[in-house]
């Protein structure tokens, strides 16, 4: 795999897909450390795991399926409303704000923009409504959207081109997983790698306020 140049022409990009989580968003927001938290709640009070066993289990469950959501129903049928329903049971207003930077930039990109997320709809949904920049999105390509598949599952990106209707060579993914990112590439999509984890191959940014840093023209 070739090393991606450190800056991105926007005249090549016909699409921009952002992922929703840590990416949209600052990571010390504590909102994934919620989510995670509910997660684990979920598996002991509703499916009864013991809770020094969660850990592992929802591990394990991650690296084989690309979601706790996608192995919980491959290996023991969870019913996925209710599940995104208990995860998403919580208060978005505790963790995030408007965000006026990230709205201007996103004004600035005369691209269409899409989300492109594990969680579900109504999650996502809320996340946009409460940074105040739903209105800079065209679609949201979720958790359902994507069935039987997620991220970084080829099939999903797949199904998120086929929505967005371009190629990929046409199309800009931006997300904080190294694994997504490198399905993007094996795609031929160009990519940037947000937040605390590095892609190697990718541009990398500490925060969605500084994708300016890495696109011209």
Do not use: W
């Not at 897909?17 to 598996?43: A, G, K, V």
């Not at 970084?152 to 060579?169: G, H, M, S």
């Not at 605390?196 to 696109?215: W, Y």
């Amino acid at each position: 795999m070739t090393q991606q140049p450190q800056t991105i022409a926007l005249s090549d990009i016909k699409a921009i897909l952002f992922d929703l989580d840590d990416t949209l968003y600052p990571q010390n927001s504590r909102l994934m450390e919620m989510l995670l938290l509910r997660i684990h709640q979920f598996m002991h009070e509703e499916l009864h795991f013991p809770a020094e066993e969660i850990p592992e289990i929802r591990s394990r469950l991650y690296r084989t399926y690309g979601t706790t959501l996608r192995g919980l129903q491959s290996e023991f049928q969870v019913d996925m409303d209710a599940y995104t329903d208990y995860l998403n049971n919580i208060s978005l207003g505790d963790y995030l704000a408007q965000d006026p930077i990230l709205s201007k930039i996103l004004a600035d990109l005369p691209q269409p923009k899409y989300i492109f997320t594990n969680s579900a709809r109504k999650h996502a949904q809320r996340v946009l409504d409460l940074l105040d920049v739903a209105g800079h999105f065209d679609q949201i390509i979720d958790i359902y959207a994507q069935t039987p598949f997620c991220k970084p599952q080829p099939e999903a990106f797949r199904i998120a081109l086929d929505t967005v209707r371009q190629r990929p060579e046409d199309c800009l993914f931006i997300d904080d997983s190294p694994a997504n990112l490198a399905t993007a590439q094996e795609l031929g999509m160009a990519t940037i790698s947000v937040g605390q984890f590095v892609h190697e191959t990718s541009p990398h940014i500490p925060t969605i306020h500084h994708l300016p840093d890495l696109l011209k023209g």
